[in-house]
């Protein structure tokens, strides 16, 4: 190769890693309206009182890594979740203690121990799943504390107002993907000192193959969204962008300013001829809700 040409290719090699090392790297910028999801695994918040009956007398938890929520961590100790069934070995501790022990398993962690915990937010254990807990040093056996984690979404007051929820609210989250699904009754909890992210447990991510780096997307009325359809003959992947039209009328204006393919009306809708005409000329469709 002509040596010209060869100091001509290392030399745009070492400008785009001298690049790389001077600019650093931006964290991704997310579509509005979206949420990152994270699944959470099995896991046990202990107290004070507690991390010292299971790991000994002036026993601190200890760090192994950070969690995406500020201030909290994997801590490097596990405990044991018994119940009258059976047990789950090595489940992790997060720290750091907190005023109250509780665990929070998927329903199919509850079917392997035996038990039949309630579905409940996070902090509200009172009347909740009775369990044991086996440390290094000693067993805790308690009445309440056992329960499936309400799926919530963390987020700050300024992300609460550009997706137009409050604290306390319950939405629908959905997510496209080869296993479209939507997440009802999702909880809002806003607080200074959260970052913005969705949390459900494992089995829900299963149902929906939910990965590391999905979204979803909070949906309100009049808004486009997108569902992802399989072609059963062709395996091809089809997106589609539908619109919830809400109003009495669907005219021809609304048809041409409406960009999703789909428009979806409420029944009793009227929808106009030439509303119809511009639809199928613009190779849009109209359904009416089911």
Known sequence: MDQQLIEKIVGEVLGQLTKAEIEPKQAPVLPPNTIPIAVSARHVHLSQEHVEILFGKGYELTKKADLSQPNQ???????????????IERVRVLGPARSLTQA???????????????????????????FTLIGT???LYLDEGLIIAQAHIHMQPEDATQLGVQNGEYVTVEVAGIRPIAYRNV???????????MHIDTDEANAGLITQGTVGHVIRSGEVRSSVLVDNKTSEIIVKKQHDFKKK??????VREITATEIIVEKGTIVTALARDTARDLGKSISVRK
């Open 73 to 87: 961590f994997a801590a490097n100790e596990t405990v044991v979740i018994a119940g009258p069934r059976g047990s």
């Open 104 to 130: 929070e398993v998927s329903w199919t962690d509850a079917m392997k121990l035996g038990v039949k915990p309630p579905l409940r937010e996070s902090g509200n254990i009172a009347g909740s799943g009775a």
């Open 137 to 139: 040093k000693a067993s």
């Open 187 to 197: 909880k809002i909890r806003v607080s200074e000192r959260y970052r913005l992210e």
């Open 249 to 254: 009328l669907l005219s021809n204006d609304d």
